[in-house]
């Protein structure tokens, strides 16, 4: 059974950095694809980031490129989110998630995003 657990969400203020990390465990083929996705108050979630566990492909949408950076540990266990640049209107609960199918785990879709997180909050105020 897979089982993701996000960690390293907190307060900053505008223009900070964090990095947040997703524990896998019980990774099978249905995790070759992880995703990051947010959630802001009142908002759709959005999938803002992907990698592909088996090359470390990687693939953002254009509202964060250049200031978030996805990554994973050589033992593929963790992957993380590096965050750059936070801005107020991207204060939201950040999950992680997974897939089988690389980019489309980042849909967010019951077929294509099949095991989340819990969430982890990132507040960004002055």
């Known amino acids: 059974q897979v089982q993701l657990v996000e960690s390293g969400g907190g307060s900053v203020q505008p223009g900070g950095s964090l990095r947040l990390s997703c524990a896998v465990s019980?990774?099978?083929?249905?995790?070759?694809?992880m995703a990051w996705f947010r959630q802001a108050p009142g908002k759709e979630r959005e999938g803002v980031a992907g990698?592909?566990?088996?090359?470390?492909?990687?693939h953002y949408v254009d509202s964060v490129r250049g200031r978030f950076t996805i990554s994973q540990d050589n033992a593929k266990s963790t992957v993380f989110l590096q965050i750059y640049s936070l801005q107020p209107e991207e204060t939201a609960i950040y999950y992680c998630a997974a897939g089988p199918r690389f980019p489309l785990c980042m849909l967010g879709t019951r077929a294509e995003s099949t095991d989340w997180g819990q969430g982890t909050q990132v507040t960004v105020s002055a």
């Open positions: 019980g990774a099978t083929s249905s995790t070759n694809c």
């Open positions: 990698i592909y566990r088996g090359d470390g492909r990687t």
